[in-house]
């Protein structure tokens, strides 16, 4: 039997880790709470924290053998994964495992991983190391096509290119956006698809595999703005994300919640790219299921049963996004947002803003998408970030 409570140390303190920190927290686990800056919204919440740059293999060695956990979580993708296969050798748990982390925090990788070795259909796609690869590697591909970093997150460094003449401004943008230091991206041809959807699938302890209902999200230069479940697809369209969310996840391993994105285009599924933890679409399951992405990572990393997931008949989020450039934020709105029925509203507690970054994001749920999209969207268009000190 699971003896609790259990050290966890988190790698990335983000909006994501803060309700890992709180649903691990709920069930009597310690939590230290790892980022590059101090505050970040896990900190806030969690026991302990530490500031380090975790691409350092040294500085995050010594962390994690200071503080012993029973068990690391990856948070983000720019970590000393090296040195997270050394720990993983000493007998530290890392989620799912340190391997599956070195795999899918590099686009080139599970890319390989899902073209090459399992077959998978994705988007034709090519690499490049500079200006000049780009442009010979973009012309067969057809137009437009689609520059990103093999390393980035939350859609840094993407854009879509129309042109020959876009190119070397999007190997720019690539590298401006990138984390790490490869100065890899990969051009991939620009699909017309219906939607894109996240399926979360949860690797258990005794190797089987489970399956929130499908998400649709809409994205703006790659970054996530809102997100609604069920999403409407056909059970032959969800029969093949399944299937190939399960060979991509049974060959990655380990234990926890993946969340994998894949185009609909018609009948057809087309694999997009994965991330080895709870996923920003899948912030509405805080308000959708009976229990959240976070709860379910949990459950699966300590071992624990999930006897059934059930879902509201329909629930959606949209994100609260900063307009400018504040260095002590505060929230106006608030009241106004939490008036609408069926309401959440989640202000992750970023201490400053920039232009486009999420702040927030605000959950709703009823019986149709049409009715819980409109609530969550006005909703989120009640709240302002405003400078700390406008407040009354």
Request: glycine residues 8%; charged residues 20%; contains cysteine.
């Amino acid at each position: 039997m699971t003896t609790l409570p259990k050290t966890l140390l988190l790698l990335g303190s983000g909006e994501l880790g803060k309700e890992v920190t709180i649903a691990a927290q709920r069930l009597g686990c310690q939590v230290i709470a790892c980022d590059r800056y101090c505050g970040a919204p896990a900190m806030q919440v969690a026991d302990q924290s530490e500031v380090l740059d975790m691409s350092d293999a040294e500085a995050l060695k010594a962390v994690i053998r200071h503080h012993k956990p029973d068990v690391v979580i990856p948070e983000i993708e720019a970590l000393a994964v090296n040195a997270l296969a050394e720990l993983e050798n000493e007998g530290i748990t890392v989620i799912p495992t340190a391997r599956a982390t070195a795999i899918t925090m590099n686009r080139d990788r599970i890319r390989d991983l899902a073209a090459g070795e399992l077959a998978i259909r994705t988007p034709r796609f090519a690499y490049a190391s500079s200006a000049e690869e780009l442009n010979r590697a973009a012309e067969p591909l057809g137009w437009p096509v689609v520059v990103k970093p093999v390393m980035s997150s939350s859609g840094k460094g993407q854009s879509v290119v129309k042109n020959p003449e876009g190119l070397n401004q999007a190997w720019e943008t690539a590298m401006e956006g990138a984390r790490g230091k490869s100065p890899r991206i990969i051009v991939e041809e620009f699909l017309h698809f219906d939607q894109e959807i996240t399926l979360l699938t949860i690797r258990q302890q005794d190797g089987s595999t489970l399956f929130c209902a499908p998400i649709g999200h809409e994205q703006i230069g790659g970054d996530y703005q809102c997100s609604w479940q069920p999403a409407e697809v056909s059970a032959d369209q969800l029969k093949q994300a399944q299937s190939m969310a399960l060979a991509v996840t049974n060959n990655l391993g380990g234990v926890g919640l993946f969340g994998v994105e894949f185009f609909i285009c018609g009948d057809q599924v087309i694999f997009s790219e994965l991330s080895p933890r709870p996923h920003d679409t899948g912030l509405v399951t805080l308000i959708s299921q009976n229990l959240s992405e976070f709860e379910l990572h949990l459950r699966a990393i300590l071992k624990l049963p999930i006897p059934t997931i059930t879902n509201a008949e329909a629930a959606a989020s949209r994100v609260i996004l900063a307009k400018e450039t504040i260095p002590t934020v505060a929230y106006k709105g608030v009241e106004q947002a939490l008036s609408e029925t069926d309401s959440q509203l989640l202000l992750f507690g970023k201490p400053n803003a920039r232009p486009g970054r999420r702040m927030g994001v605000a959950l709703a749920k009823g019986t149709s998408l049409e009715e819980t999209r409109s609530k969550a969207d006005r909703a989120a268009a009640c709240i302002h970030v405003v400078q700390g000190n406008t407040l009354n």
